[in-house]
């Protein structure tokens, strides 16, 4: 049962344009999200945060936006650069119990010339 | 420092081998994770833990063992290990266990 599912598994966006990235959840219990982004052959690199406490999210080129009722979350990049390009992960998980980090499938990303 | 270190990055063990897996962080982390990550999956869980000591074991077999001799050190003894069993093996640790991870850049492990 995958209890977060990024449903595009790739993304092609030119450089200097919007890249959004889409996540999905199932458990209600979650109240903590987050991105990671990943090379290959390298560990996932904690990209930005958000409490379900909030709605928006901004660090730099990077907004996570949470709509709680719809059980959606989405990463906003602007503008997109070529470093950007990587497999991104969405995770999310309960605070305040024991529970483990439930990652997404993953979205590879691609920002062209 | 905000790095989690882990040795080796490459590792070809055959399946009657034992070989360890060797995890450091210096940045007083009390949450000590290992995953596993297969091409194009998502890294699955398979141990955390918290001050020391085992709180989660995803059922992980035997043939792995896990080990953290102290709050900065995170071990996984491998043993009779399977062909199945050649994945990314990632380690990561926390503030504590509610806090986001950080991860280091991975054991490439191949089982033949």
């Known amino acids: 049962d995958q209890q977060v599912k990024q449903n595009s598994p790739s993304l092609s966006v030119q450089e200097g344009r919007i890249s959004i990235l889409n996540c999905d959840y199932t458990n209600s219990m979650f109240d903590y999200f987050l991105w990671y982004k990943k090379y290959p052959a390298e560990g996932p690199t904690f990209l930005i945060s958000i409490s379900s406490i909030k709605d928006k999210n901004e660090d730099g080129r990077f907004t996570v936006f949470l709509n709680k009722s719809a059980k959606h979350l989405s990463l906003h990049i602007v503008p997109s650069q070529p470093g950007d390009s990587a497999v991104y992960f969405c995770a999310a998980m309960s605070l305040g119990t024991a529970s483990k980090l439930t990652f997404g499938t993953g979205t590879r990303l691609q920002v062209t010339l | 420092d905000t790095e989690v270190t882990q040795t080796p990055k490459h590792l070809v063990m055959g399946m009657t081998n034992k070989k360890s897996l060797k995890c450091e962080q210096h940045?007083?982390?009390?949450?000590m994770y290992w995953y596993k990550q297969k091409a194009k999956k998502p890294p699955e869980l398979m141990f955390v833990?918290?001050?020391?000591?085992?709180?989660i074991n995803e059922s992980v077999p035997s043939r792995f063992s896990p080990e953290c001799p102290n709050s900065s050190l995170l071990n996984l003894h491998l043993h009779a290990l399977q062909p199945e069993d050649s994945a990314l093996y990632l380690c990561a640790s926390s503030q504590d266990q509610n806090e986001k991870l950080f991860f280091g850049s991975g054991t490439q492990l191949s089982v033949l």
């Open positions: 833990y918290s001050y020391e000591k085992l709180s």
């Open positions: 940045m007083g982390h009390r949450a």
